[in-house]
C-alpha cells in the first residue's frame, strides 16, 4: 500500500527525459549548487494527475525560464542510487502553465539486473515540512547504468507553503523481469498481475491482487497464489504467518470461502483478496514492502509492492482466486488514443 500522499488534489508526476546514459557522461553543473543539469530549461509540459496512466512516450518541449532553487546539503538530496541535481520555481512568467515546481535528478542502478524502479519525492517549505510528494515509475534500468528525469508538481492548493527543498522520500525497486503492470502490451506468460491501492481503517489493511488474461488462450485458477514476502533490502521476511482465507483475520473482506475453479477467457480478471492488521504490542514491528506472487504453481512470479506494515501481528490472510465480473478491458478505440505521444 502506497504511503505518497493523495490529499493534494493537485499533485503532478511526468517521467520527462529517461535517457540511459553512463554514469560518467553526467552533464556538467549537476551538483548540489542549485544549477540546471541540461544546457536548456525544460518545461514538464506532459504532467498528468496523480493516478492517472502515463502517456506512452513522454514528451519534453524546450521551453520556459523556471527559476533556479538552492538545494539542501548532499546528504538531504541523495538515496539508494537516486541523486536529485536541480530544483527550479515555475513562476507566471516561466512559459510553463500548470506547473508550479519541479526536480530533476539522476537515478544509478547499483544492483546486478535490471530493475524497474517506483520513487517518492518530497516538496518541502523553509521549515522543511512537507508541502507535497509525487511519485514517479522508471522503467529497465540496467545494473551500472544511470538515467536523469524530471518530477514536477502542480499548483498548490489553498495556502500551501511555497517550495524551497526537495528530498527523496521513498526508493522502491523490482526485478524488470518480475515487474507488475495493469496495462501495456502483455508479458509472455499471457496474464498480467498488478495490487491496487488498497483500503486501511482502524489498523485493519486490505489489498487486490488482480490477474488479467491477456492471452489468446483460456486461463485456469484454482486455490491460492503462493506469495513469499520481502523487506526493504529484499530480504526474505521469516516469521510470518500466511493463512488461507482473510476471514482470519476480519470478517466481510471477501477473501473467505473455499476455493473454487476459475476460468477466464481473454480479457477476463480474477481478484484475490490480501489482509492484515497492523496492531504494535511487544516485539519488533514487521514492515515487508515487496511481496513475490505465483498466480499458479508453474507461472512465473510477479513482485507487488503493498507495503505490508505487519505490526507485531504476524499474520497475512490471503484469499482464494474468484472471478473479477467487474473488469472491463478497454476497448480497441480507446487503448489506440492512449497509445499516442
Not at 524546450?62 to 527550479?88: F, H, M, N, Q, R
Amino acid at each position: 500500500m502506497s504511503t505518497v500522499s493523495r490529499t493534494a488534489p493537485a499533485v503532478l508526476a511526468a517521467a520527462l527525459l529517461l535517457a540511459a546514459c553512463g554514469s560518467q557522461s553526467a552533464s556538467p553543473g549537476g551538483g548540489t549548487g542549485g544549477g540546471p543539469v541540461r544546457a536548456e530549461a525544460l518545461c514538464p509540459s506532459d504532467v498528468s494527475r496523480y493516478g492517472s496512466p502515463p502517456s506512452s512516450e513522454p514528451s519534453v518541449r524546450p521551453s520556459g525560464t523556471p527559476t533556479a532553487l538552492p538545494l539542501p546539503s548532499a546528504g538531504g538530496t541523495a538515496e539508494d542510487g537516486v541523486k536529485i541535481t536541480a530544483l527550479y520555481a515555475w513562476g507566471p512568467g516561466s512559459g510553463c502553465a500548470g506547473v508550479a515546481y519541479s526536480a530533476d535528478f539522476e537515478l544509478t542502478n547499483h544492483q546486478a539486473e535490471t530493475a524497474t524502479y517506483t520513487l517518492t519525492f518530497g516538496f518541502l517549505s523553509a521549515s522543511g515540512g512537507p508541502v507535497d510528494n509525487a511519485e514517479q515509475s522508471v522503467e529497465a534500468v540496467a545494473p551500472g547504468r544511470t538515467v536523469k528525469g524530471t518530477v514536477a508538481v502542480g499548483e498548490p492548493v489553498g495556502n500551501a507553503s511555497e517550495v524551497t527543498g526537495v528530498e527523496v522520500r521513498k526508493v522502491r525497486s523490482v526485478p524488470q523481469s518480475e515487474a507488475s503492470s495493469a496495462s501495456g502490451t502483455c508479458p509472455k506468460s499471457g496474464m498480467r498481475l498488478y495490487a491496487d491501492q488498497g483500503d486501511a481503517a482502524m489498523g485493519l489493511r486490505a489489498v487486490g491482487l488482480h490477474l488479467v488474461n491477456c492471452g489468446t488462450g483460456p486461463l485456469r485458477l484454482n486455490g491460492y497464489p503462493k506469495l513469499t514476502l520481502e523487506d526493504e533490502d529484499h530480504d526474505t521476511v521469516d516469521g510470518v504467518r500466511i493463512l488461507q482465507g482473510t476471514d482470519q483475520i476480519s470478517t466481510g473482506l471477501g477473501g473467505d470461502g473455499s476455493p473454487q475453479p476459475v476460468v477466464l477467457r481473454p480479457g477476463e480478471a480474477a481478484l484475490a483478496e490480501l489482509a492484515w492488521r497492523n496492531t504494535a504490542q511487544a516485539g519488533a514491528a514487521v514492515n515487508a514492502p515487496y511481496v513475490r506472487v505465483w498466480a499458479t504453481p508453474t507461472a512465473d512470479p510477479v513482485m507487488v509492492m503493498p507495503e505490508l506494515d505487519l505490526g507485531t501481528t504476524g499474520k497475512l490472510g490471503v484469499g482464494p482466486w474468484r472471478k473479477d465480473e467487474t473488469h472491463r478491458e478497454p476497448g480497441p478505440a480507446t487503448s489506440t488514443a492512449a497509445a499516442r505521444p
